[in-house]
């Protein structure tokens, strides 16, 4: 199973493998929506992304224009945020850094 983005700490991945593929769970995924995988990516991806420990899932809805931030507590995922339209997000594991949500549906934020 391969989510379309995903990363690790450094702590626990302190050199990239050179390997094909990598074994160790990853901290954070992000999957990209859409009517044919959304099904998937929530009922099929999500349950076993908790199982095996990751901490953070993002998904992204690029039609809807939505972006969800969820977090396992407990071995269940709990939904800290939705952001949608042109807001400006911040969201765990990466909060410090700001997030354009026009960027993501391909529309440039006009300067002010």
Same mark, same amino acid.
């Given at each position: 199973m391969? #989510?379309?983005?995903?990363?690790?700490r450094v702590e626990r991945m302190p050199e990239m493998p050179e390997s094909a593929y990598?074994?160790? #769970?990853? $901290?954070?995924?992000?999957?990209?929506l859409? #009517?044919?995988?959304?099904?998937? $990516? &929530?009922?099929?991806?999500? #349950?076993?992304?908790a199982a095996v420990g990751v901490q953070h899932a993002w998904l992204i809805n690029p039609l809807a224009r939505t972006f969800e931030v969820?977090? !396992?507590?407990?071995? &269940?995922?709990?939904?800290?945020?939705?952001?949608?339209?042109?807001?400006?997000a911040h969201a765990e594991p990466f909060e410090a850094a700001e997030i354009d949500l026009l960027l !993501?549906?391909?529309?440039?934020?006009?300067?002010?």
């Open positions: 391969v #989510p379309d983005l995903a990363g690790w990598f074994s160790l #769970p990853p $901290d954070w995924i992000c999957e990209v859409s #009517p044919s995988t959304e099904r998937v $990516d &929530r009922a099929g991806k999500l #349950p076993i992304y969820q977090r !396992l507590v407990q071995g &269940r995922w709990t939904l800290l945020a939705t952001h949608a339209g042109d807001e400006l !993501l549906w391909g529309t440039p934020r006009q300067q002010r």
